[in-house]
């Protein structure tokens, strides 16, 4: 074995690939021990590591600590000895494409220990047939060009000129979008739409998505084993920081695709609070989203894995977020209790003005509905305030309280709330419980629809299913069609009578007569009956 110390403390000029008489003596060793050796070859010729297998192949050990570049190859080739003479595997060309290597090499041994033909593959830049790596043709060790400078040179620069213009170019982190889950495909991208605005909203540039529709989920990864080499080499060409799935992930599943993609894992839960996080403003929208993540974290924390495993996982360490792994279980139940206290003040205060309101026997209604929906716009316009107002999910995070004047001095207290979305993850719900305890206050609840999404059905549903978890569903309800001037009359129209929703435009103070009216009507007609 001193001849493989030998060997380990070697270095390789920088841009040969593997000098012939290195050759000669890895599959002479090789064939002695009936081995297959391999050598970890960094881009300046250092001897990483040296590497010994059974007849059949290598075990490559945790690489993490490796990248030439953030984004780009890993800075790292192997070459090993394949005994037989056998081209390259399927496992030599996936570890190719999960560890991001420069360059997978296999140098074949005859009989007689002597290295024949060289087999040797490279990860592809993007390019239209999408392949991921290419497979040359195997050559004899003799006509190997050692020194291929220009060959290397060529693999490295098509992928680090691509990084360093994106890197340039770009601030926001890049996102790939992924979707796995039974049902058909094009749900899935529908619903993919939604995921990729929360991204944007969340300030993040979301590049492109995957969509999987296996037959089974598997239990690891969610996605099948082959899709995730599919993934890793997506987030490589397109040079993504992040994965979001539009599924939720177990705690297991978040650490071992962390693992194996050496990437930050989100899903869609977590994305959502940190868009909450990102707008909260006030000390109770702060308490809350602090909660709902903690309590969606503590389940989440583990330990770091240092395990070596060809594949299956234990490549890398990075899980989703090394100081939140860091963060203890025990300190962040206490947290939780500090917050929960401080949660409860907080409420009180709120409860001691809902109290006082009621006193004051006007009449509460509150504008509700799915995020971007036009909820604010339509307060403002009704009240001539001026909340804030965007084009993107989740702008309002907190209560806003404004009065409405109609003739005979008549008033009515119209608030406007956090927006609905499709699956509100449950610790989000319970958290905002304070601030949607508001609307059980309510008489009425004018629940806003933006007929001009394509999904406007689905927020419908969406928005119905919340009611029923806040057990509101029966209060009464103004069905609300939004931002109408988006299509035309005719059509609006028919939607409107179809689903017996009052049309309006909510930028428009000239479009809420008939809401007005109806509201007034609603609010005074039926006050005798409750
Ligand atoms: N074209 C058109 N756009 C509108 C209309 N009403 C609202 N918008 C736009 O829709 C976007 C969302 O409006 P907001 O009032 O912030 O929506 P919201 O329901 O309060 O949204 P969140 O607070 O994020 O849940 C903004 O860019 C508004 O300008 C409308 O009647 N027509
Ligand atoms: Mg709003």
Same mark, same amino acid.
């Given at each position: 074995?001193?001849?493989?110390?030998?060997?380990?403390?070697?270095?390789?000029?920088?841009?040969?690939?593997?000098?012939?008489?290195?050759?000669?003596?890895?599959?002479?060793?090789?064939?002695?021990?009936?081995?297959?050796?391999?050598?970890?070859?960094?881009?300046?010729?250092?001897?990483?590591?040296?590497?010994?297998?059974?007849?059949?192949?290598?075990?490559?050990?945790?690489?993490?600590?490796?990248?030439?570049?953030?984004?780009?190859?890993?800075?790292?080739?192997?070459?090993?000895?394949?005994? /037989?003479?056998?081209?390259?595997?399927?496992?030599?060309?996936?570890?190719?494409?999960?560890?991001?290597?420069?360059?997978?090499?296999?140098?074949?041994?005859?009989?007689?220990?002597?290295?024949?033909?060289?087999?040797?593959? #490279?990860?592809?830049?993007?390019?239209?047939?999408?392949?991921?790596?290419?497979?040359?043709?195997?050559?004899?060790?003799?006509?190997?060009?050692?020194?291929?400078?220009?060959?290397?040179?060529?693999?490295?620069?098509?992928?680090?000129?691509?990084?360093?213009?994106?890197?340039?170019?770009? /601030?926001?982190?890049?996102?790939?979008?992924?979707?796995?889950?039974?049902?058909? +495909?094009?749900?899935?991208?529908?619903?993919?739409?939604?995921?990729?605005?929360?991204?944007?909203?969340?300030?993040?540039?979301?590049?492109?998505?995957?969509?999987? =529709?296996?037959?089974?989920?598997?239990?690891?990864?969610?996605?099948?084993?082959? /899709?995730?080499?599919?993934?890793?080499?997506?987030?490589?060409?397109?040079? !993504?920081?992040?994965?979001?799935?539009?599924?939720?992930?177990?705690?297991?599943?978040?650490?071992?695709?962390?693992?194996?993609?050496?990437?930050? &894992?989100?899903?869609?839960?977590?994305?959502?609070?940190?868009?909450?996080?990102?707008? $909260? &403003?006030?000390?109770?929208?702060?308490?809350?989203?602090?909660?709902?993540? %903690?309590?969606?974290?503590?389940?989440?924390? #583990?330990?770091?894995?240092?395990?070596?495993?060809?594949?299956?996982?234990? @490549?890398?360490?990075?899980?989703?977020?090394?100081?939140?792994?860091?963060?203890?279980?025990?300190? !962040?139940?206490?947290?939780? !209790?500090?917050?929960?206290?401080?949660?409860?003040?907080?409420?009180?205060?709120?409860?001691? =003005?809902?109290?006082?309101?009621? *006193?004051?026997?006007?009449?509460?209604?509150?504008?509700?509905?799915?995020?971007?929906?036009?909820? *604010?716009?339509?307060?403002?316009?009704?009240?001539?305030?001026?909340?804030?107002?965007?084009?993107?999910?989740?702008?309002?995070?907190?209560?806003?309280?404004? =009065?409405?004047?109609?003739?005979?001095?008549?008033?009515?207290?119209?608030?406007?709330?956090?927006?609905?979305?499709?699956?509100?993850?449950?610790?989000? %719900?319970?958290?905002?419980?304070?601030?949607?305890?508001?609307? /059980?206050?309510?008489? %009425?609840?004018?629940? &806003?629809?933006?007929?001009?999404?394509?999904?406007?059905?689905?927020?419908?549903?969406?928005?119905?299913?919340?009611?029923?978890?806040?057990?509101?569903?029966?209060?009464?309800?103004?069905?609300?069609?939004?931002?109408?001037?988006?299509?035309?009359?005719?059509?609006?129209?028919?939607?409107?009578?179809?689903?017996? $929703?009052?049309? @309006?435009?909510?930028?428009? !103070?000239?479009? &809420?007569?008939?809401?007005?009216?109806?509201?007034? +009507?609603?609010?005074?007609?039926?006050?005798?009956?409750?």
């Amino acid at each position: 074995m001193a001849r493989l110390e030998q060997i380990s403390r070697r270095k390789i000029p920088p841009g040969e690939i593997l000098p012939h008489e290195l050759a000669v003596l890895l599959t002479t060793l090789s064939s002695e021990t009936k081995r297959q050796i391999g050598l970890l070859i960094s881009r300046e010729g250092e001897i990483y590591a040296v590497l010994i297998g059974d007849n059949r192949e290598l075990l490559i050990p945790d690489l993490s600590q490796f990248r030439a570049i953030k984004r780009g190859l890993r800075g790292i080739r192997l070459v090993h000895t394949h005994l /037989k003479n056998e081209p390259l595997s399927e496992d030599d060309l996936t570890d190719l494409a999960m560890l991001r290597l420069d360059l997978m090499v296999a140098v074949g041994v005859l009989p007689n220990g002597l290295p024949d033909l060289v087999y040797m593959a #490279h990860l592809l830049p993007p390019n239209q047939e999408e392949k991921i790596y290419q497979v040359d043709p195997p050559v004899s060790i003799h006509q190997f060009d050692a020194s291929s400078t220009a060959f290397l040179e060529t693999i490295y620069t098509a992928f680090d000129a691509q990084v360093r213009t994106i890197t340039t170019q770009d /601030k926001k982190e890049r996102a790939l979008l992924i979707s796995v889950s039974l049902q058909s +495909k094009v749900i899935q991208e529908e619903s993919l739409e939604e995921l990729a605005e929360l991204a944007r909203s969340a300030n993040l540039n979301p590049i492109d998505t995957i969509v999987q =529709r296996p037959h089974d989920l598997h239990p690891k990864f969610l996605l099948g084993s082959g /899709k995730i080499k599919e993934v890793i080499m997506k987030a490589l060409q397109m040079q !993504a920081d992040l994965l979001i799935f539009n599924q939720t992930l177990t705690s297991l599943q978040t650490k071992a695709i962390g693992e194996v993609t050496e990437m930050k &894992v989100l899903d869609r839960t977590a994305l959502i609070l940190d868009i909450f996080a990102q707008r $909260a &403003v006030t000390r109770e929208a702060q308490v809350q989203v602090e909660l709902a993540q %903690l309590r969606y974290r503590l389940p989440r924390l #583990h330990e770091r894995s240092t395990s070596m495993s060809r594949l299956t996982g234990g @490549i890398g360490g990075r899980g989703p977020g090394e100081t939140r792994l860091e963060v203890d279980r025990r300190r !962040a139940q206490d947290k939780i !209790a500090h917050l929960e206290k401080e949660m409860k003040t907080l409420s009180q205060g709120r409860s001691q =003005r809902r109290t006082k309101r009621a *006193s004051q026997r006007i009449p509460i209604i509150s504008i509700v509905g799915y995020t971007n929906a036009g909820k *604010s716009t339509l307060l403002n316009t009704l009240t001539k305030s001026d909340v804030k107002t965007e084009n993107i999910l989740f702008s309002t995070l907190d209560t806003s309280t404004r =009065r409405l004047y109609f003739a005979q001095g008549r008033e009515v207290l119209l608030t406007d709330t956090v927006g609905f979305i499709e699956a509100l993850p449950p610790d989000l %719900l319970d958290a905002f419980q304070s601030t949607l305890d508001e609307l /059980k206050d309510a008489s %009425l609840l004018i629940h &806003v629809v933006d007929i001009h999404s394509a999904q406007f059905e689905m927020h419908i549903h969406a928005v119905h299913d919340i009611f029923n978890r806040l057990d509101i569903e029966k209060t009464s309800q103004l069905l609300v069609f939004n931002k109408i001037d988006l299509l035309d009359k005719e059509h609006a129209d028919n939607l409107c009578k179809r689903y017996g $929703a009052i049309g @309006i435009s909510a930028l428009r !103070a000239d479009t &809420v007569g008939s809401l007005l009216l109806e509201i007034e +009507k609603r609010v005074w007609q039926n006050k005798g009956k409750q």
